[in-house]
């Protein structure tokens, strides 16, 4: 897979938490009911990896997760759609953790019976190919209902924009070699900066940056240019000791978008 079951369904509940969903097509699914489904089947082949784990003869059926009455009674349950979007995210946790949980088992096959309207399909899958196909093309084809339902976002250019720079730090290869007191004092300094550049008035937000080798941290001056952020920027301590270099760049946000309160 692209993704894995446990960040599969972010999109899909983003859609839902969203809301403003149309009423559907006569004989089709609402966007509650489309909600309940996904819900209820993840709860279902969950459980069913988990009696693969413990060693049972494991037969799936979408029955309960089909049936137009259960799926109501399912969604009437969670009140609205911020009580589906809770039992989505559960029940996609607790598939993430099974589908996890499986190790060598994934390649158990199980049987599986699946109703689409009038057909029903039969087939024996492996159960964690089985897993990744529901948080795959199972769930695209969901999200997709959810869509139609809510129709396309769509949204004008801002009539004003608000003006800043952003400053990234980048982390310098090799870094300067320090003892660990230099170090602990070449950091308080760094966070010292930030104070200081705040008490200007030139510094809106900074902070460390995570999930990127090269970026340590993020900062975001409101100063008149590019170049003057960059000029405050390596004045830094910690960039003039050779520890972070300075990349800076214009931001545009819709104005009052963001607030220093």
């Not at 692209?2 to 969903?21: E, I, Q, W």
């Not at 559907?24 to 009911?33: I, M």
């Not at 057909?119 to 948080?135: C, K, M, Q």
């Not at 949204?155 to 990234?168: C, G, I, T």
Request: charged share 25%; aromatic share 6%.
């Amino acid at each position: 897979m692209s993704r894995s079951v446990d960040t599969a369904y972010l999109p899909f509940l983003a859609t839902m938490r969203a809301g403003g969903f149309g009423p559907p097509d006569p004989g089709d699914w609402s966007a509650q009911l489309v909600a309940a489904h996904v819900a209820m089947n993840n709860d279902l082949i969950a459980e069913a990896a988990e009696r693969v784990m413990a060693g049972e003869e494991v037969d799936y059926d979408n029955a309960v997760a089909v049936d137009h009455s259960d799926l109501s009674r399912y969604a009437e349950r969670c009140r609205d759609m911020a009580g589906l979007a809770g039992e989505v995210e559960r029940t996609a946790r607790r598939l993430a953790d099974a589908h996890r949980s499986l190790g060598d088992r994934a390649g158990t096959a199980v049987h599986v019976r699946i109703r689409d309207g009038d057909n029903v399909h039969d087939a024996n899958l492996p159960i964690g190919a089985f897993i990744e196909g529901n948080a795959g093309r199972h769930l695209d084809a969901h999200h997709q209902q959810l869509k139609d339902l809510q129709g396309p976002w769509l949204a004008d250019p801002p009539a004003a924009f608000d003006s800043y720079q952003l400053v990234r730090l980048i982390r310098a290869v090799p870094p300067p070699v320090l003892d660990e007191a230099a170090a602990a004092s070449l950091q308080r300094q760094h966070l010292g900066y930030f104070a200081k550049m705040r008490a200007a008035g030139y510094m809106m937000a900074a902070g460390p940056a995570d999930g990127d080798e090269q970026v340590a941290g993020i900062c975001i001056y409101r100063v008149n240019s590019i170049d003057e952020a960059r000029i405050l920027a390596e004045d830094d301590p910690a960039v003039r000791a050779g520890r972070f270099r300075v990349e800076a760049m214009g931001w545009f946000t819709p104005k009052g978008a963001l607030t220093t309160d």
